[in-house]
């Protein structure tokens, strides 16, 4: 029963499919801004500061230590 009700999903809520499918749609203009646009050599470098202030506060990556 479970499976047939997957595919009943639209009929049964297609208010919130028409939502769901619309924020799916909306991040393709954001896709193309973010991973396809060359961007300019201060916007890669703000992004690169931006990344490592974040690896350094959630302590994703250790710091590299110098050699003693």
Not at 5 to 10: E, I, K, N, Q, V
Not at 38 to 66: A, G, N, W, Y
């Amino acid at each position: 029963m479970a499976a047939s009700t997957r595919h009943l999903s639209f009929w049964a809520a297609p208010f919130e499919c028409l939502v769901g499918s619309a924020i799916i749609l909306t991040g393709i203009p954001f896709y193309l801004l973010g991973y396809k646009w060359k961007k300019p050599h201060i916007v890669r470098k703000i992004l690169e500061i931006f990344t490592m202030f974040c690896q350094k506060i959630f302590m994703s990556v250790p710091e590299d230590r110098e050699a003693p």
